[in-house]
């Protein structure tokens, strides 16, 4: 694992919080868990307030983390699509708990979030 690593002092609480940091991991991971697998594309035309390199940079990272596959599909134009891997599907429980929790927190504020990405709380078609 390239991206995440255990710093001198970390504790496993870290290295968890380490593998889904960043403004669009998650995004991206309930994306793929919700409604996926993706092309590049596809996750570009869900997420239109995320830049293409910075799109690109996250996916990678998810890759490295090993929380994403990419495969290349067959065929005189072969398409990448990116798909949730099974250690992805063990860490969505825990994102759904702080979606959870985010929502109810907001709630309990009454404050309208900046960016509203609701997802449908159903079991994913593609697991």
């Known amino acids: 694992m390239s991206c995440v690593k255990l710093s001198k002092n970390g504790c496993a609480k870290e290295f968890t919080l380490a593998m889904f940091s960043g403004k669009w991991k ?3 991971l309930c994306n ?3 409604h996926g697998p993706y092309r590049f594309n596809e996750l570009m035309r869900r997420l239109p307030k995320i830049s293409h390199k910075v799109l690109t940079s996250q996916l990678r990272e998810l890759v490295e983390d090993q929380l994403i596959t990419r495969h ?3 065929g ?3 398409q ?3 798909a949730l891997t099974a250690l992805s599907q ?3 429980p825990i994102i759904d708990a702080m ?3 985010g929502e109810h927190r907001i709630q309990q504020l009454a404050v309208t979030p900046q960016y509203n990405i609701r997802l449908p709380a159903q079991t994913p078609s593609h697991a």
């Open 90 to 92: 063990s860490l969505m």
């Open 72 to 74: 290349t599909g067959a």
């Open 32 to 34: 793929l868990h919700y």
């Open 76 to 78: 005189s134009q072969p």
């Open 99 to 101: 979606c959870a929790w």
């Open 80 to 82: 990448v699509y990116y």
């Open 26 to 28: 998650t995004v991206i």
